[in-house]
């Protein structure tokens, strides 16, 4: 008989707790056990594996990095667009350090509930996108430049990588106008 209150979803939100107090490399089974009060077999009625607590973890931790990039974006386009989105995505990085490098997983096709966060985290910038009128194949490539400059942003500002003594967020700045500049002259945009 499974413990009272133990169910799949407080497994994750265990783990999305040691990972946020921890980091992900703190996570375990014997981990969530502890803080569950139970033995670690108990766990295997709710999780099948540490790996299929991973995904569990990415799914939410993705699903909820798309509704903090579609809030920010809301009712807003072009430079104003990309300055929130942006916002957004450095504020979830530095909110939640533990759960942001789950969000990079690909999502597993078996997961539903995980390709759909993905879809609407990409959905919360292709919108972003059309207000520069990039779309299709052209807006996967400026999703990637996007992504790409913003997780290595978040990574290094994460890890201590920004040493030199000028002021990060005048960086983080530069970047987002440089982004916005760069969709302006997108080379496949529709006009």
Known sequence: MPRAGLSPAAVV?????????DGPGALTLAAVAGRAGVAVPSLYKHIRNLGALHQKLAAAATAELAEVLTAATAGRAGGDAVEAIAGAYRSYARDRPGRYPTTQRVPDAADPAHVAGAERAVAAITAVLRGYSIA????????????????????????GGFGMPQDVDGSFTRLVTALDLALRSWPGRAT
Request: aromatic fraction near 4%; charge should be negative.
């Open 136 to 159: 299709g194949d052209e807006a996967i490539h400026a999703t990637r430049m996007l992504r790409s400059a913003l997780h290595g942003f978040v990574s290094l500002e994460a890890s």
């Open 13 to 21: 939100d265990i783990a999305l707790g040691i990972v946020d107090e």
